[in-house]
């Protein structure tokens, strides 16, 4: 059964806040031919309300790159999820594999995410998943989407109004030029799927989940990635800091 797809921009440490106000609004006067957040914007937090402001009367919606699991206290340097929607995200990308790599998150901090995003009403949490090239390499990538998926997920109740998105972003793929096969992402979509199947419930994961591929996406693979079944939508690194090209993706994945 299809669900209604999305593609989520992740402009990670890239632009400063003056292009992040400048892709903002290249975005907004582009897409204007979305419904209400089936594009998604995640700059970093300083540019976070900037962005906010400009994007209002459009339908892009707006995430944030990382949280804190805390509601409020003496955690210097972070901010929370309530902050974060007050902000104007509902989005937050949690556990990418560069804050597991460069900051040392692992995955009981990103449960600890999680459960705080969805503690906000209307916010999603985006949580990232996915092997390096040694897992890959030796045949534990199933292994290994499983054991995560049970460390971020294990033991979150999924309310019927909530919504929770896995990124699948294989480690070697990001920022590597070169996108998996499309058939690989779909296979290991469904290992996802079934996994958290098993923990959920089908209807559970059918209607309250949805599971989106991450690395080197660009204008030219992303056609393969249209009309795979087990692929809800896209989280674009690289290529969303072009507004012409992650047009073009947007296009291929959400228009029929
Ligand atoms: P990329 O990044 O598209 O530049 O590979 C994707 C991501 O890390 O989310």
């Known amino acids: 059964m299809s669900k209604n797809k999305i593609v989520i921009a992740n402009w990670k440490m890239k632009l400063t806040l003056a292009e992040s106000k400048k892709l903002a609004q290249d975005v907004k006067e582009k897409f204007t031919n979305f419904s209400e957040d089936e594009v998604v914007i995640c700059p970093n937090f300083l540019s976070i309300c900037e962005v906010n402001n400009i994007i209002q009367g459009s339908t892009i919606g707006l995430g944030a790159q990382d949280v804190f699991w805390e509601e409020l206290g003496a955690y210097s340097g972070e901010v929370s999820a309530s902050m974060l929607k007050e ?105 996802i799927r079934l996994t958290l199947n098993d923990m959920f419930g089908e209807d559970v994961v059918e209607n309250n989940f949805k599971i989106i591929y991450g690395g080197s996406i660009n204008k030219d693979n992303v056609v393969g990635f249209n009309g795979l079944d087990n692929i809800d939508g896209l989280l674009v690194g690289g290529a969303s800091l072009n507004p012409d090209e992650f047009l073009h993706v947007a296009n291929k994945i959400l228009k029929k």
């Open 87 to 191: 902000a104007g995200c509902k989005y937050v990308i949690i556990g990418h594999s560069e804050r597991r790599k460069f900051l040392m998150e692992n995955y009981e901090m990103i449960h600890k995410e999680l459960k705080a995003v969805l503690a906000v009403e209307n916010m999603v949490p985006i949580v990232c998943i996915g092997e390096n090239w040694d897992e890959r390499k030796t045949d534990r990538r199933d292994y290994v989407l499983f054991e995560q998926l049970q460390q971020a997920l294990t033991g979150i109740e999924v309310k019927d109004n909530q919504e929770i998105i896995v990124a699948y972003e294989p480690i070697w793929a990001i920022g590597s030029g070169t996108a998996i096969e499309p058939a690989e992402a779909d296979y290991a979509h469904k290992i």
